[in-house]
């Protein structure tokens, strides 16, 4: 069931469009992020669904509702601003209290509610403190908090780790899902943070200049990008130039690569071929005509060490190709099954020092493996 949607919603601020007629569900119960790079159109509709923000085309729904023209104290939603904005001359408990004492809750459901929610978002204990008397995260547990208070049917988050150093935002991150998981509630989260879009949710959509480029799972937005800047902007991706020549098959300069279908067969033409590094090998003196030839110009290492990655080069400079890199010959095979912890996390230059200068390829998958084709 879909708890909050948007239908061919649009908004303009003059002459920036903002908001280019985005179609979005939110499963009900789900942890569903929007990301994209800043100015993409993230928090204004974020605040259209909160009703800070009329949109100036399409609707908004929640439970099958249209709110579109609903004011945000009637739609019942919650919010968390990535500034906190909590009440400076208000405590802690006050603070959370707020939304209960307005709509008129007894005071000891008011003390009860606090105390629980206290508990749930770790402040226990700090109920009497004021905003200046709390970190950034212990400021922001309350901002949640206090947006929870009114169990609302749908928490709106706007990027509400931004301003909290490394480990808290780690650590926070968390809480917030395991909060969401707990209270069974949906939760629409805004973030420019590829990697924390992926930790944390169970829908991505990617946006980009005011759209909506793909929605889906982490793994399907993260293994089968469709569109070349999904691919980029989330993890790491090699990129190169080729032409589709069938279902199954592309030409990367004088190669014909098998590659898993992904509906791009009608696109015939140029497109990009993107893999991750954890899906190449790299190999020497291989003489296989269906693999890329390359130089290793770097390395990049899962977690736990292992798998080597290098950027291809197809006769001249193109997507992915370091300056100066040289083309050498030879074959590598695909391997399948990433999972999160697989992902690359750093470079390992000491990789590149002890193979610069030998001849090294990336090679193309066979038929089957989780590569993708992805129109530009
Ligand atoms: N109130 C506003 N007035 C004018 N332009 C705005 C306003 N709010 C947002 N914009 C513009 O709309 C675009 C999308 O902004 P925003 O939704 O804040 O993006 P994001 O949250 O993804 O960074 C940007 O170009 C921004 O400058
Ligand atoms: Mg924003």
């Known amino acids: ?105 007894a005071r000891a459901r008011i003390a ?70 707990e209270l069974g509630i949906t939760a629409l989260y805004v973030t420019h943070d590829q990697e924390e879009a992926l930790s944390i949710s169970d829908r991505i959509a990617v946006m980009r200049d005011g759209r909506v480029l793909q929605a889906g799972s982490p793994s399907e937005i993260y293994l089968h990008p469709r569109h070349a800047f999904v691919a980029r902007f989330v993890g790491t991706a090699n990129t190169i130039a080729c032409r589709i020549l069938g279902e199954d098959r592309v030409q990367c300069g004088d190669r014909r690569l098998a ?47 292992g798998a080597a990655a290098a950027r291809p080069g197809i006769g001249r400079d193109g997507p992915g190709r370091a300056p100066g890199a040289r083309l050498v010959r030879g074959a590598a095979r695909a391997r399948s099954g990433a999972v999160a912890g697989d992902r690359p996390r750093f470079r390992d230059r000491s990789a590149r020092r002890r193979t610069d200068g030998t001849r090294r390829c990336l090679g193309c998958p066979p038929p089957g493996r989780p590569f993708s084709g992805s129109a530009p």
């Open 259 to 305: 590659v898993r279908p992904n509906g791009h067969a009608g696109h015939a033409g140029p497109t990009i071929l993107t893999w991750r590094p954890e899906h190449g090998s790299v190999r020497t003196g291989c003489a296989d005509p269906a693999a890329l030839p390359g130089r290793l110009v770097g390395a990049k290492l899962p977690r736990a060490g």
């Open 1 to 105: 069931m879909t708890t909050l949607a948007f239908e061919a919603v649009a908004k303009r601020f003059g002459g920036t469009v903002a908001v280019d007629s985005v179609d979005l569900s939110v499963p009900s119960g789900s942890f569903f992020t929007l990301l994209g790079p800043s100015g993409c159109g993230k928090t204004t509709l974020l605040r259209m669904a909160a009703g800070f923000v009329l949109p100036d085309a399409g609707r908004v729904r929640v439970g099958g509702a249209d709110v579109t023209r609903v004011p945000p104290h009637r739609r019942g939603l919650g919010f968390v601003f990535q500034s906190y904005a909590l009440f400076p001359t208000k405590t802690v408990f006050e603070n959370i209290a707020f939304a209960l004492a307005l709509r008129g809750d």
């Open 112 to 181: 009860a509610r606090v105390t629980a929610l206290c508990r749930l978002v770790g402040l226990h204990g700090l109920e009497d403190r004021y905003p200046h008397e709390l970190s950034g995260g212990q400021q922001q547990r309350v901002a949640l908090a206090r947006a929870l208070a009114p169990e609302p049917p749908v928490l709106l988050l706007d990027e509400p780790l931004s301003a909290l150093d490394a480990e808290i935002r780690l650590r926070l991150r968390e809480e917030i899902r395991r909060i969401v998981e």
